[in-house]
Structures are given as C-alpha cells and as structure tokens.
C-alpha cells in the first residue's frame, strides 16, 4: 500500500499519518527525515545533499528524488509507505512516477486532505506547543491545565514562529504555487482521492479506513 499525502499546511496530514502507522504497520517517510539520516550516517548521496545545503542552495530536485527512492528500497517499505511532503512540485512527481515505472511499480492512492483556509488559519494560528517534549495544545479548546506549562513534563508552551498568523499565510501561498499542480497531477493519473478534513478526527479516520481497504 503506497500513499502520498497531499494537501495544505494544517490541514492534518501528520496527525492522520501517525495514525495510519500504528494501524497498517508502514512507515511515514519525509524528505526532512530522510536528509537528516543521510547526513548523520555520512552516505554518498547525503554527502552531494550536504555540499548544496553548505552553499545555502536547495537541493536539486533529481537528487531530492535519488534520496527517496534509496529510502523506499529500505526493508520497512516491503508493505508500503505513506509519502508525506514529498514529492514537492510538479517535476519531483514526474521524476517520481518515471523512476517507479522503471521498476514496475507505482503509488496507489494520492489521498487529498482539503480544509478551508480559515479554519487552517485558525487551527494553525492558535497551536502551542511544549519546548521539551513537544506536546501539542492549541488556544481554541486544548490549552494546557496551567497556563504555558505542559501537562506531560511541565516544560514550557509557546507558539512557533512557524504557526504565527503571517507565516501561516505565507505557506499557503506558496502551496498554492508550489503544490497545488501536483494535485492536479494525480487527479488527472486517476490516483487523487478527496478526503474531508474538516470532520471530527475519528471520522476522518474511519474514511480513511474504508479508502485504504481496496489496496490492501
């Protein structure tokens, strides 16, 4: 069962993916993850990765797509794997879909997380979270018992910079001209499926659920 998740910021691709972890047993793979062990293991692809990273440069997309799919060969990705902020624009999910291809394989479902704007606005916007232990609370019904303190360590709650109303609307902007594409992209390979995200968690769960049984 190979998943990509699409949709905005906010609009709880991560939350649902832990989900979908504990229930089919494959991994959530990102490029921030995968990057990160790279570099700390020292391989020769992270060690290209490291040489633009250095230079303030992003790394090119072809060997953004190298490093994926070296991850997907791992043997954790023998069921599948959920995709999560990958692949980023329109060329990475060409490469994507060419390199699959090449070994016979392909991606079975794009599931489509969609959510207005200002309920993202205002999910995002009002999230705090623990410094230590990075606990999640959010000002509009989930705020710690004490005031900035964290229920589960007692370390500090604080906004980050990345959930400040500005930021907020500056990563939508760039979705839309950045991602929104590949949308259309797998709409149009027939592999896009809509998924409410403005539902209550465990209706959104049970959909996914019913969605994912047809690839199992």
């Given at each position: 069962?190979?998943?990509?998740?699409?949709?905005?910021?906010?609009?709880?691709?991560?939350t649902?993916?832990?989900?979908?972890?504990?229930?089919?047993?494959?991994?959530?793979?990102?490029?921030?993850?995968?990057?990160?062990?790279?570099?700390?293991?020292?391989?020769?692809?992270?060690?290209?990765?490291?040489?633009?990273?250095?230079?303030?440069?992003?790394?090119?997309?072809?060997?953004?797509?190298?490093?994926?799919?070296?991850?997907?060969?791992?043997?954790?990705?023998?069921?599948?794997?959920?995709?999560?902020?990958?692949?980023?624009?329109?060329?990475?999910a060409?490469?994507?879909?060419?390199?699959?291809?090449?070994?016979?394989?392909?991606?079975?479902?794009?599931?489509?997380?969609?959510?207005?704007?200002?309920?993202?606005?205002?999910?995002?916007?009002?999230?705090?979270?623990?410094?230590?232990?990075?606990?999640?609370?959010?000002?509009?019904?989930?705020?710690?018992?004490?005031?900035?303190?964290?229920?589960?360590?007692?370390?500090?709650?604080?906004?980050?910079?990345?959930?400040?109303e500005?930021?907020?609307l500056?990563?939508?902007?760039?979705?839309?001209?950045?991602?929104?594409?590949?949308?259309?992209y797998?709409?149009?390979?027939?592999?896009?499926?809509?998924?409410?995200?403005g539902?209550?968690?465990?209706?959104?769960?049970?959909?996914?659920?019913?969605?994912?049984?047809?690839?199992?």
């Amino acid at each position: 069962m190979k998943i990509i998740l699409l949709g905005a910021p906010g609009a709880g691709k991560g939350t649902h993916a832990k989900l979908l972890v504990d229930k089919y047993g494959i991994p959530h793979i990102s490029t921030g993850d995968i990057f990160r062990a790279n570099l700390r293991e020292g391989t020769p692809l992270g060690l290209q990765a490291k040489a633009f990273m250095d230079r303030g440069e992003l790394v090119p997309d072809e060997l953004t797509v190298d490093l994926v799919l070296d991850r997907l060969q791992a043997p954790d990705c023998e069921k599948g794997y959920i995709l999560d902020g990958f692949p980023r624009n329109l060329s990475q999910a060409e490469a994507l879909t060419k390199a699959l291809n090449q070994r016979g394989d392909d991606i079975d479902v794009a599931l489509h997380f969609v959510l207005e704007e200002d309920v993202i606005l205002k999910r995002m916007s009002g999230r705090r979270v623990c410094t230590v232990c990075g606990a999640s609370y959010n000002v509009n019904g989930m705020m710690p018992r004490v005031e900035g303190v964290c229920d589960r360590c007692g370390g500090p709650v604080v906004q980050r910079a990345d959930d400040r109303e500005e930021t907020v609307l500056h990563r939508l902007e760039v979705y839309h001209e950045q991602t929104e594409p590949i949308v259309a992209y797998y709409r149009e390979l027939g592999k896009e499926v809509v998924v409410d995200a403005g539902k209550p968690l465990e209706e959104v769960q049970a959909e996914l659920n019913g969605i994912l049984e047809a690839y199992l």
